[in-house]
């Protein structure tokens, strides 16, 4: 969605990673990995972004480093667009999801709520296709540019589960999460 306003799938990536890392620096390399783009690509758009004083650089014995300028004057309106860009996106997600006929229960968990500790990123319990759960899924980690980790469970598998007092599903339930869709509460 971004990379059609900043015109470069990895412009976009690039400034993601930046403002949300403020405070670290960074290597031509360490970007292409850690962004997961062509080194050239991220070179010209380094040099644009330097250009606009958006980033700037230190050298460190042989190696140059990039870091955020965080006295660039937009600085504060482009984090703010990053994160409402990320809302909408979550939005659409839960929509797409909930659309699917006999959701019972959506959980947010993961990478929604910052815990990287967390095993899983999204519960969704349901009778419902995974055929267009996965494709929804899967278009989705597209737009985030970020892979998934979810966990779909039949109503029966979600209830047995829970009887049983599962360790993996009790961790997900008492962990910190968004609770988009909770009909289960009702049966």
């Known amino acids: ?38 080194l050239n690509s991220v070179r010209r758009e380094l040099l644009n972004l330097e250009k606009f004083g ?21 600085i504060d309106e482009l984090k703010a667009l990053f994160v409402k860009a990320r809302m909408l996106l979550e939005r659409s ?14 959980a947010l968990t993961g990478y929604f709520v910052k815990d990287e500790s967390q095993e ?9 296709s995974k055929t267009k759960l996965e494709s929804i899924i899967k278009n989705m980690e597209k737009n985030f540019d970020q ?19 599962d360790k993996f599903l009790y961790n997900i339930l008492n962990s910190k999460k968004i609770v988009v869709v909770d009909k289960l509460k009702y049966e």
């Open 54 to 74: 958006l980033i700037k650089t230190v050298s460190r014995g042989q190696k140059k480093f990039y870091f955020l300028n965080n006295d660039f004057l937009l």
């Open 147 to 165: 892979e998934f980790r979810y966990t779909f469970l039949t109503t029966q598998e979600f209830k047995y589960r829970k009887q049983i007092t």
């Open 120 to 128: 899983i990123d999204l519960l969704i319990v349901g009778n419902i």
């Open 93 to 106: 997600l839960i929509s797409k999801v909930e659309a699917l006929k006999g959701i019972k229960y959506l």
């Open 1 to 38: 969605m971004l990379e059609k306003l900043f015109g470069s799938k990895t412009r976009t990536k690039l400034l993601k990673l930046f403002l949300s890392s403020s405070d670290k620096t960074f290597y031509v390399r360490e970007l292409t990995r850690l962004i997961n783009e062509r």
